[in-house]
Nanobody
Framework: QVQLVESGGGLVQPGGSLRLSCAAS????????MGWYRQAPGKQRESVAT???????GYADSVKGRFTISRDDAKKMVYLQMNSVKPEDTAVYYC?????????WGQGTQVTVSS
């Protein structure tokens, strides 16, 4: 069974840090491009960060220099380190695995940035 399970979301103050984790199962993890997406209330889902099977990363302009995506192929995990968070980072964050026509989503984890 193909599954992505996110964890690590919660409430964080502006300027703080949070680390999201995503555990994958049922896929040949090291072949997949992995990514983090987010969706704020009333807005479309948007790409936050991606990492290819070879480790090449890409970031949305809004998070460059603040967020870092990484992967551990041996553990089938992908992470999103979020630093210097802002209220506008508040959203549900989704883990994604992509390979050809296979596109898998996690259930999402809520991140709320508020004082």
């Amino acid at each position: 069974q193909v599954q992505l399970v996110e964890s690590g979301g919660g409430l964080v103050q502006p300027g703080g840090s949070l680390r999201l984790s995503c555990a994958a199962s049922g896929i040949i993890f090291n072949l997949y491009r992995m990514g983090w997406y987010r969706q704020a209330p009333g807005k479309q889902r948007e790409s936050v960060a991606t990492i290819t099977s070879s480790g090449t990363t890409g970031y949305a302009d809004s998070v460059k220099g603040r967020f870092t995506i990484s992967r551990d192929d041996a553990k089938k995990m992908v992470y999103l380190q979020m630093n210097s968070v802002k209220p506008e980072d508040t959203a549900v964050y989704y883990c994604n695995a992509f390979l050809g026509s296979h596109n898998v989503w996690g259930q999402g984890t809520q991140v709320t940035v508020s004082s």
